[in-house]
């Protein structure tokens, strides 16, 4: 198969059938009992699609010099896919680089890898379901086997062991089905809607500037529609967006998201992911399976040093991670590479907005170290972490930037952060009410704007975006 929508054509079929034959069974014994056939476990009844990729070398082409679509080696590569319609352009991209530059033999076939039934039950299968045990299901029926979904792959685990086949992306199936159950439960969305270009915010008043900001832009442009956690969908032009929040269920969700839908999924998803590194390592695990072409950090942090004002920028070129919650898979000794791309954009982004450069620009944004703790009460240390603190000569402090650097860095997606001062605890300046007030009435709008500017200017980028920084010895063709 030479041809990317024959070969995304026979993959969402194989899917289907899979899913069709294992939500009916499912049905079937929660009717009426009825056993599935013992050969489904067996024959591919149940199982995903699986693409496989054969690359004998015997006319290798000139050396790629992109940072993924690239063979290293000959061989046999393969992966499962679920959800062929959501990433159909992504399959779509990968596929036809490989088969424009190499001489590659492409099958597609059923693979030896289940579906999980919780994968294939929707609001009416789980009414059905409702009374059987899961315990019960998981006699007959795929189950999530923990052990059999992970992410050696992307952490460099036996990065020089010769499998057969090799893999052909970082996510398999099984990893990917994983995420986007937990990314709906976190988010109170559907993964069809997620973007490509990802904000994350640590306050809910960036969502209400977003949340109104995109109402405005339906029917004006690219956009079509705005759609929320709890139910929010928009798809004409809306002024005051905000105000349908409040009939929204979007409280109920961890770290609710709203999305900006262009074609192709070229829009925004901003999701508002709270305080704290274990919250920022949650969602970037579960957003890294869309394969979002960056992702971003726009939230508060305290300023570091006397001369900044509440209300001041500090674009992150460097981080000092004192999170922890990567530390087993990435240890802090790790260097973080600043993305070219993402500085620049965020850099004139931050021009454009502000309406000042050079020297003027610099009274209000500062470019350095940025320090991520998980001690929400650093404040009470600060004895003890000072003199760190000024070693590290950082300009700002917050609780989720690095470790959404981090993460970006672990599973390839580009990332950067610009976060705006809310208080400055060292040198007396606490986040009062007043001020407080004052702040966010000054800097949430011109701030969020920078994002979505940055993003804007990211996407022009294309395939430049992709820098070989992220890429390991070793790397799946697939980006």
């Keep these: 198969m030479k041809d990317t929508d024959e070969i995304i054509s026979e993959i969402a079929r194989l899917y289907d059938e899979a899913r069709a034959a294992l939500r009916s069974d499912l049905l079937a014994f929660a009717t009426n009992g009825t056993l599935p056939a013992a050969s489904s476990r067996h024959d591919g009844t149940y199982a995903y699609p699986e693409v496989r990729l054969k690359y004998r070398e ?17 061989g046999t590569y393969a992966t499962t896919i679920t959800r062929p319609r959501l990433f159909a352009d992504y399959l779509a991209e990968q596929l036809s680089l490989l088969i424009a530059d190499y001489d590659v033999e492409i099958e597609v076939g059923k693979s030896r890898q289940e579906i999980p039934f919780p994968y294939v039950v929707d609001g009416e299968a789980g009414a059905v379901l409702a009374g059987v045990s899961p315990l019960e299901l998981a006699r007959h029926f795929p189950a999530t086997e923990l052990s059999l979904i992970g992410d050696e792959l992307a952490d460099g685990v036996d990065a020089f062991a010769m499998s057969d086949p090799m893999p052909l992306s970082l996510f398999d199936a099984l990893r990917t089905d994983f995420s986007l159950a937990r990314l709906e439960h976190y988010t109170g969305t559907n993964p069809d809607h997620c973007q490509r270009f990802v904000l994350f915010t640590n306050y ?5 500037e977003f949340v109104d900001w995109a109402g405005e832009q339906l029917g004006t442009g690219q956009f079509t529609a705005l759609a929320g956690a709890g139910g929010l969908m928009l798809t004409e032009h809306t002024k005051n967006a905000r105000a349908r929040l409040s009939d929204t269920a979007w409280r109920r969700h961890q770290m609710p998201a709203y999305h900006l839908v262009a074609p192709d999924r070229t829009g925004i998803t901003l999701v508002n992911i709270g305080v704290g590194p274990s919250n920022a390592k949650t969602i970037t695990d579960h957003f890294a399976v869309l394969r979002p072409e960056a992702w971003l950090m726009i939230g508060h942090c305290g300023g570091l040093r006397p001369s900044q004002k509440i209300g001041d920028y500090v674009l992150a070129h460097a981080y000092l991670r004192d999170d922890h919650v990567l530390d087993s898979v990435l240890p802090p000794e790790i260097p973080l590479p600043a993305i070219a791309e993402v500085q620049q954009a965020l850099a004139l982004a931050a021009e454009e907005i502000s309406g000042t450069a050079g020297a003027d620009l610099k009274k209000r944004m500062r470019t350095g170290t940025v320090v991520t703790t998980d001690d929400r009460n650093w404040e009470l240390r600060v004895t003890k972490t000072g003199h760190r603190l000024s070693l ?34 060292i040198h007396g300046e606490l986040k009062l ?4 007030n004052r702040f966010y009435e000054e800097a949430i709008a011109s701030h969020l704007q920078i994002g979505i500017r940055s993003c804007e200017l990211l996407k022009a980028e294309g395939e430049r975006l992709h820098s070989r920084k992220l890429r390991a010895f070793n790397e799946p063709p697939f980006r």
């Design 58 to 74: 015997t006319d290798a082409p000139e050396p790629v010099s992109r940072a993924f679509g690239r063979l290293s080696r000959p």
């Design 204 to 208: 809910h008043r960036y969502v209400d």
């Design 392 to 425: 590290s000569r950082a300009v700002g402090i917050d609780m989720e930037s690095a470790t959404i650097a981090a993460q970006g860095y672990r599973f390839r997606v580009p990332y950067g952060t610009l976060l705006c001062v809310s208080d400055k605890p």
């Design 433 to 436: 009410p007043g001020q407080a």
